[in-house]
């Protein structure tokens, strides 16, 4: 097991820059998920790391071992692929042999560590089966164990569980899951699932066009993004945006909003005048009378313990999560107050966040910082 | 695979009766000169010539005697002084007063054929092999310009360079060696089997490779154990329209070869017997000339199928 550095990680195809500038450090034994819509460059660097793509630039470092320009087979890692890239002409235990088979391992040995492996995820009875029949959990599977039975530095997984019904997927997280709090294996997991990523990983990259834009805990990116990209990327519903005008002030603690003053965390950087947006999470929003922040109820979406209400205030649509058992009616005038330590400002022109006390001790994010 | 998978609604049974009919109207009609081949190969000679053409004849393998060996008539005298004929061939010559003098040319030619054939078809794959794998997973510079100058090749007939082929040959000393009918036939059948082998490569995704490279092996191991295996059905079709093209050629070989390189097929017609062509033995010659490609496509009849219809069918 190893930590997997990656410096000033650049790839173009052609003109096209497909990742720019990455920078991040997965620690050994860590869960490093790396989330971003379609198209983002996430297969790209995960390729970069296994070495099935040259970088146009920057460093990759396995275990303190520069391994940017070594061959695949040189990398001691494993690939789990979207598809899974199980032999069709290989049974299960030759599938999970292979890799085995090319350190020149003794017969007796491989049949060991394959029979071991299996039962570790209870995918022995399979051995002799051909992969070709499997049902999608049970290819998941050999394809893990295929990986893990080489003792690989690291895993890498490109959207393992991209193609399972959604049944599936929640069982094969929380496998993955408990896979990885047995062995302990360094892991990058790509996926554009925000609920994959939050429920997984150690530590979340957020990557929009090429760029890493927050690098963090699942907890530091939901609650503090570094950027407006982010704050919309997760949670379910996304953060709100209310813009607001004026310059910012080191030490400010108020905003003014659609004529309402605002009570934010202290503000630690000063800005000339400028376009901002304050962001606010549905479960931070409160609906109080005495609020001078106005709108109307626009439609509930009921969930059980909580609702969704769409609120409309002259500055667009807001959601707010809410108790289930508040009675609303529609159209009904509502004031609007927010929870002050919970909210994040933004500059709108670049989409970073604006320093603040709420933010203290979180790292900075990566991308426009 | 089935005309289900194309079309929603099931053929009804009288259209699949018409389409029966059809194909087996079809099939009779390219039968019947093999048939008759098969049949004149049974016959004597008058028999073979006789007028009107005798469909129902008592079987001789005479035709098969005459094929294999060859022959000097000698006197009755003669004849009756040898020893008792000891097999059919010897007892039906003697009839025609003639005895067997010596095995004739058709078994070196026939193997010749079979070494021609299949060393070019082997050549020819093994290299389009190599050559599609290598256009389908690299960067080759201008790849489309040299896949077009490959496909180029077969834009003319080939015998259309007969005659420079010919001269180029005299000089190399080339002429009339396996060698040489080896290199020409494979040089006309790589650009089938490189386009008919990148089309089947392609198909298979490289995340096989990618994974085998990953797991410790080299690009030609993870070639060799996962690649190959998989591109078996199309390598099979891709030998099998080769080996039927070398198999039958005729221009070439009858231009080229006259003597230890001489292939089958120039040789079959200058079967001579008595008083002219000896048919049932030129017939003879025809049939066992047909069933190693007969036993080569039976065998691979599916994956032949399967090169025919290519890229139309998907999994
Ligand atoms: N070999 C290539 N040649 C040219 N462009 C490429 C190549 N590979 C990827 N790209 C481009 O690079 C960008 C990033 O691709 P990548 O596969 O890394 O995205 P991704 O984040 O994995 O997306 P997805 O969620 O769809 O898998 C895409 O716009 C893609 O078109
Ligand atoms: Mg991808």
Redesign the interface.
């Known amino acids: 097991m190893a930590e997997i550095r990656v410096q000033s990680l650049r790839k173009e195809f052609g003109s096209f820059v497909a990742v720019q500038d990455s920078n991040f450090v997965v620690n050994d034994g860590e869960f490093f998920v790396m989330l971003g819509p379609s198209g983002c460059g996430k297969t790209t660097t995960l390729r970069m790391i296994?070495?099935?793509e040259l970088p146009t630039g920057g460093q990759i470092l396995l275990g303190g071992e520069d391994v940017t320009m070594l061959?695949?087979?040189e990398?001691d890692?494993?690939?789990v692929?979207q598809?899974f890239?199980l032999?069709?002409?290989m049974n299960v235990r030759k599938n999970m042999g292979?890799?085995l088979l090319?350190?020149g391992m003794p017969k007796a040995e491989i049949k060991n560590r394959v029979e071991e492996t299996a039962k570790l995820l209870r995918i022995d009875h399979l051995l002799d089966r051909p992969v070709s029949g499997l049902a999608g959990g049970d290819r998941q599977r050999v394809a893990l164990g295929?990986a893990i039975v080489?003792r690989p530095k690291c895993f890498l997984m490109d959207e393992p569980l991209g193609t399972l019904d959604a049944e599936f997927r929640d069982l094969m997280v929380h496998e993955l899951r408990e896979l990885h709090n047995r062995i302990h294996a360094t892991t990058v997991y790509v996926t554009h699932d925000q609920l994959e990523a939050m429920s997984m990983a150690d530590k979340i990259a957020v990557m929009n066009r090429g760029l890493i834009e927050q690098f963090g805990t699942p907890k530091e990116i939901y609650d503090h993004p570094a950027t407006m990209f982010v704050a919309d990327f997760i949670g379910s519903p996304p953060m709100n945006f209310l813009k607001f005008g004026g310059s910012l002030q080191k030490g400010a603690k108020e905003i003014v909003v659609q004529g309402a003053n605002v009570a934010v965390p202290e503000v630690r950087e000063d800005f000339a005048a400028a376009d901002f947006a304050l962001g606010v999470r549905p479960e931070h929003i409160r609906f109080d009378d005495a609020s001078k922040l106005r709108g109307s109820i626009y439609g509930t979406e009921y969930l059980g313990t909580t609702q969704i209400v769409a609120v409309e205030t002259a500055d667009g649509m807001l959601k707010a999560r809410v108790p289930a058992d508040i009675q609303l009616r529609m159209g009904e005038p509502v004031g609007l107050s927010f929870n002050p330590q919970r909210l994040s400002l933004f500059d709108k022109a670049s989409g970073r966040a604006v320093h603040t006390s709420a933010r203290e001790g979180v790292a900075r994010g990566a991308a426009h910082g | 695979m089935s005309a289900a998978a194309h079309s929603v609604v099931e053929p009804s049974v009288t259209s699949k009766r018409v389409a029966a009919a059809l194909v087996v109207v079809y099939a009779v009609i390219s039968m019947i000169p093999l048939f008759w081949i098969f049949a004149t190969s049974f016959k004597t000679p008058p028999d073979s010539i006789a007028y009107p053409p005798k469909v129902l004849f008592t079987p001789s393998i005479e035709g098969y005697c005459n094929l294999f060996t060859t022959r000097t008539r000698q006197t009755p005298e003669y004849i009756n002084s040898l020893p008792p004929a000891t097999s059919f061939c010897d007892e039906t010559t003697r009839k025609r007063n003639m005895v067997i003098a010596g095995p004739s040319n058709f078994l070196p030619r026939f193997v010749n054929s079979l070494v021609i054939a299949f060393g070019s078809t082997f050549c020819a794959v093994f290299l389009g092999t190599l050559a599609a794998y290598g256009f389908s997973r690299f960067k080759v510079p201008l790849a489309d310009d040299l896949l077009f100058f490959i496909l180029s090749t077969r834009m003319m007939p080939p015998i259309a360079v007969a005659i420079p082929i010919y001269l180029m040959y005299r000089e190399l000393g080339l002429s009339d060696t396996a060698l040489g009918m080896i290199l020409l036939y494979t040089a006309v059948n790589v650009s089938l089997a490189v386009w008919l082998l990148k089309g089947f490569i392609d198909e298979i995704?490289r995340?096989?490779e990618?994974?085998?490279?990953?797991?410790?092996?080299?690009r030609l191991?993870a070639f060799r154990k996962?690649v190959l295996?998989?591109a078996t059905t199309g390598i099979a079709a891709t030998a099998i329209f080769c080996l039927i093209f070398a198999w039958n050629e005729y221009a070439f070989a009858s231009l080229l070869t006259s003597g230890t390189a001489q292939t089958a097929p120039p040789f079959i017609p200058t079967i001579i017997g008595e008083g002219g062509q000896d048919w049932p033995a030129v017939a003879a010659g025809t049939t066992v000339f047909l069933v190693p490609i007969l036993v080569f496509t039976i065998l691979l009849r599916k994956q032949l199928l399967r090169g025919i219809t290519f890229g139309a069918v998907r999994k």
Do not use: C, K
Request: glycine share 6%; aromatic share 16%.
């Open positions: 296994a070495g099935l061959r695949a087979r990398r890692i494993a690939f692929f598809l890239a032999y069709p002409h292979f890799p090319a350190q295929r080489r | 995704p995340e096989y990618e994974a085998a490279m990953i797991d410790g092996y080299t191991q996962v295996p998989q």
